[in-house]
T-cell receptor, first 116, second 111 residues
Framework: DAGVIQSPRHEVTEMGQEVTLRCKPI?????LFWYRQTMMRGLELLIY????????DSGMPEDRFSAKMPNASFSTLKIQPSEPRDSAVYFC??????????????FGEGSRLTVL | KQEVTQIPAALSVPEGENLVLNCSFT??????LQWFRQDPGKGLTSLLL?????REQTSGRLNASLDKSSGRSTLYIAASQPGDSATYLC??????????FGGGTRVLVKP
């Protein structure tokens, strides 16, 4: 398997523009997580899905942020409108749960977002 | 609320020395603990996963221990090499499937 795949790897945009980040989890994984990493706050969980259903979005900072998972192999994180304080690296991660045991969490390479 | 702390924030050692990285967490009701490595500009790579029922895991030069009752985990890296230079993060999984991360320890192994 190619691992968790994220796109784009880098995005530079201007304040007010819409940003869409994409993620393809590892095949067979039933959990998908979106994290944000900044120097000031470290890694923060934004939202996670189980079997394509959003379970906990309490980490989503504002209504400007939204996430979807239309099927088991694709998820998007959208920011509209974007602001300079949204500049960060956004990571997608996936894992599975079997026999009551949670597996390892695997991360993508991240999408580095810069909002000017 | 679970809090995860990693001390020190940065560590510099000469090549060949053993590395000892510490992770502490406030709520012992965890499902598992995972150690990750992150290279600059890269994603996180899983190193070791310890389930709550286990006390340690080993992989090559890496050994991680878990003491749930005291809320601590230690990652040992034997005979460090310059290629071990990276940031190491620990994360605990508790109820709700949320993974809480520590701030990381930035390691530099000098040749």
């Amino acid at each position: 398997d190619a691992g968790v795949i994220q796109s784009p790897r880098h995005e530079v945009t201007e304040m007010g523009q819409e940003v869409t980040l994409r993620c393809k989890p590892i095949s067979g994984h039933d959990y998908l997580f979106w994290y944000r990493q900044t120097m000031m706050r470290g890694l923060e969980l934004l939202i996670y899905f189980n079997n394509n259903v959003p379970i906990d979005d309490s980490g989503m900072p504002e209504d400007r942020f939204s996430a979807k998972m239309p099927n088991a192999s694709f998820s998007t994180l959208k920011i509209q409108p974007s602001e300079p304080r949204d500049s960060a690296v956004y990571f997608c991660a996936s894992t599975f749960r079997a026999s009551g045991v949670t597996g390892e969490l695997f991360f993508g390479e991240g999408s580095r977002l810069t909002v000017l | 609320k679970q809090e995860v702390t990693q001390i020190p924030a940065a560590l510099s050692v000469p090549e060949g020395e053993n590395l000892v990285l510490n992770c502490s967490f406030t709520d012992s009701a965890i499902y598992n603990l995972q150690w990750f490595r992150q290279d600059p500009g890269k994603g996180l790579t899983s190193l070791l996963l310890i389930q709550s029922s286990q006390r340690e895991q080993t992989s090559g030069r890496l050994n991680a221990s878990l003491d749930k009752s005291s809320g601590r985990s230690t990652l040992y890296i034997a005979a460090s090499q310059p290629g071990d230079s990276a940031t190491y993060l620990c994360a605990v999984k508790a109820a709700g499937n949320k993974l809480t991360f520590g701030g990381g320890t930035r390691v530099l192994v000098k040749p």
